[in-house]
């Protein structure tokens, strides 16, 4: 039973492009959402969060939008570059448990 | 210090050895974790200490046994391991261990049981 879904496994976008990475959760217990960016051989890097009180976070270039109600995210990467070619990982937590749960992840190519 | 430190960086064990892996964080924080990345899927969580006391165990089996000596350090003990355990095992940190804190990876342990 997987309660994070990435349904795009990969993601080529052109340099200076918009990357929009999706994700969606069936446990409602969730309420507060991150993304994660991977290289091959390294541990995930902590990019941005969102609780669920809020429907938009910002930081620099990147931007996560949540959907409550379709249970529903997704990061904005604006504008893309190619060091932002990676695995990207959407993470959701329940109040009061520290528990990530992850998504299988999206490979982003940004091609220059 | 922004660092959660592992070592290992590479781990080659037989099925019959015992093998600890290792992490440290001097962040202050007071939740460390270990998780289990398999190829080509996302981390799973294994266990979490919360202020030095053990507060999840994932149904892991006992052949893995972790430890927390102090709020910095993070050990995971491996005994008769199989080969099905090779994966990324990767420590992380967090201000506390309740939602709503971002947690910091380690770069990992890749470990082979052969």
């Known amino acids: 039973d997987q309660q994070v879904k990435q349904n795009s496994p990969s993601l080529s976008v052109q340099e200076g492009r918009i990357s929009i990475l999706n994700c969606d959760y069936t446990?409602?217990?969730?309420?507060?959402f991150l993304w994660y960016k991977k290289y091959p051989a390294e541990g995930p890097t902590f990019l941005i969060s969102?609780?669920?009180?809020?429907d938009k976070n910002e930081d620099g270039r990147f931007t996560v939008f949540l959907n409550k109600s379709a249970k529903h995210l997704s990061l904005h990467i604006v504008p893309s570059q190619p060091g932002d070619s990676a695995v990207y990982f959407c993470?959701?937590?329940?109040?009061?448990?520290?528990?990530?749960?992850f998504g299988q992840g999206t490979i982003l190519t940004v091609h220059p | 210090d922004t660092e959660v430190t592992q070592t290992p960086k590479h781990l080659v064990m037989g099925m019959t050895n015992k093998k600890s892996l290792k992490c440290e964080q001097h962040?202050?924080?007071?939740?460390m974790y270990w998780y289990k990345q398999k190829a080509k899927k996302p981390p799973e969580l294994m266990f979490v200490?919360?202020?030095?006391?053990?507060?999840i165990n994932e149904s892991v089996p006992s052949r893995f046994s972790p430890e927390c000596p102090n709020s910095s350090l993070l050990n995971l003990h491996l005994h008769a391991l199989q080969p099905e355990d090779s994966a990324l095992y990767l420590c992380?940190?967090?201000?506390?261990?309740?939602?709503?804190?971002?947690?910091?990876f380690g770069q990992g342990t890749r470990l082979t049981v052969v």
């Open positions: 993470a959701a937590q329940a109040t009061s448990y520290g528990k990530l749960t």
């Open positions: 962040m202050g924080h007071r939740a």
């Open positions: 200490y919360s202020y030095e006391k053990l507060s």
């Open positions: 446990n409602s217990m969730f309420d507060y």
């Open positions: 969102i609780s669920s009180i809020k």
């Open positions: 992380a940190s967090s201000l506390s261990g309740l939602a709503n804190t971002e947690a910091f």
